[in-house]
């Protein structure tokens, strides 16, 4: 089975070499390329924080999750975007910066999140919270 390691609970392998998840029917051909992404069609990420995944490349540290869903990325413009067309927030402040001698508001959204994505560039790529190795032993198979 080498270079890749089945990881039980979520039906997956992983390739030891780029850290990433791939579907079963890519086996022979996730070294050279990956092109099928019929079998992703139906994938999702975990909804729920879950322990990190030590078979996955480490777990980003700067994640920015939306409060109102699941959905999280590394880029304050993107969750700004998210937020503003999924749920028709309003940012109070003129261009995105704090007016001088205000009060921060609160937005909608948490940061400092740790995540980590199964796959890359691909139906399936979302980042999915985890709980980081220090509160628990990560998944490991």
Same mark, same amino acid.
């Given at each position: 089975m080498e270079p890749f390691i089945v990881?039980?609970?979520f039906h997956l392998l992983?390739?030891?070499?780029?850290?990433?998840?791939?579907?079963?029917?890519?086996?022979?051909?996730?070294l050279p390329l990956w092109n099928n992404q019929q079998e992703l069609q139906n994938f999702t990420v975990p909804k729920e924080p879950i322990l990190a995944i030590d078979?996955?490349?480490?777990?980003?540290?700067?994640?920015?999750?939306?409060n109102s869903c699941s959905y999280i990325v590394c880029n304050v413009q993107k969750i700004q975007t998210h937020c503003h067309m999924i749920h028709n927030w309003v940012?109070?402040?003129k261009k995105g910066h704090q007016i001088k001698g205000s009060e921060p508001h609160?937005?909608?959204?948490?940061? *400092?999140v740790p995540c980590q994505q199964f796959f890359q560039g691909r139906? *399936?790529?979302a980042l999915f919270e985890v709980i980081l190795p220090s509160a628990h032993t990560a998944v490991t198979q």
């Amino acid at each position: 089975m080498e270079p890749f390691i089945v990881l039980l609970p979520f039906h997956l392998l992983v390739c030891k070499l780029c850290k990433r998840a791939i579907p079963v029917d890519e086996i022979t051909t996730h070294l050279p390329l990956w092109n099928n992404q019929q079998e992703l069609q139906n994938f999702t990420v975990p909804k729920e924080p879950i322990l990190a995944i030590d078979l996955l490349q480490a777990p980003l540290l700067d994640g920015l999750k939306c409060n109102s869903c699941s959905y999280i990325v590394c880029n304050v413009q993107k969750i700004q975007t998210h937020c503003h067309m999924i749920h028709n927030w309003v940012n109070p402040n003129k261009k995105g910066h704090q007016i001088k001698g205000s009060e921060p508001h609160d937005m909608p959204w948490r940061s *400092g999140v740790p995540c980590q994505q199964f796959f890359q560039g691909r139906h *399936g790529s979302a980042l999915f919270e985890v709980i980081l190795p220090s509160a628990h032993t990560a998944v490991t198979q």
